[in-house]
Nanobody, 122 residues
Framework: QVQLVESGGGLVQAGGSLRLSCAASGRTFSDYNMGWFRQAPGKEREFVAQ????????YYGDSVKGRFTISRDSAKNTVYLQMNTLQPEDTAVYYCAAANVITPTPHLYNYWGQGTQVTVSS
């Protein structure tokens, strides 16, 4: 089992920045590729970013490329999502997840956090 706890969400004005954190506990953090997803009301869960278990490879959804950066700190068992130039359409609940594979597909992730709300005002 892996337990994931997100933090860092909040309210920010358009053009601003936030950094989300996801703290992992349980099984070895470095065994997993880590991802971020988001879900807005009435919409499907959307892939945001993924980082490989080694940290050497990163992948992004088209809507966040160039604005968001995913990273991980294995010493702290934590994965981060730096979000810059935020826009109202970025408003959603953001979820951290762990997977054995590299994939943007939510149902292939093994473990999920409870989510953290990000609200971007115009």
């Amino acid at each position: 089992q892996v337990q994931l706890v997100e933090s860092g969400g909040g309210l920010v004005q358009a053009g601003g920045s936030l950094r989300l954190s996801c703290a992992a506990s349980g099984r070895t953090f470095s065994d997993y590729n880590m991802g971020w997803f988001r879900q807005a009301p009435g919409k499907e869960r959307e892939f945001v970013a993924q980082i490989s278990w080694s940290g050497h490879s990163t992948y992004y959804g088209d809507s966040v490329k160039g604005r968001f950066t995913i990273s991980r700190d294995s010493a702290k068992n934590t994965v981060y999502l730096q979000m810059n130039t935020l826009q109202p359409e970025d408003t959603a609940v953001y979820y951290c997840a762990a997977a054995n594979v590299i994939t943007p597909t939510p149902h292939l992730y093994n473990y999920w956090g409870q989510g953290t709300q990000v609200t971007v005002s115009s």
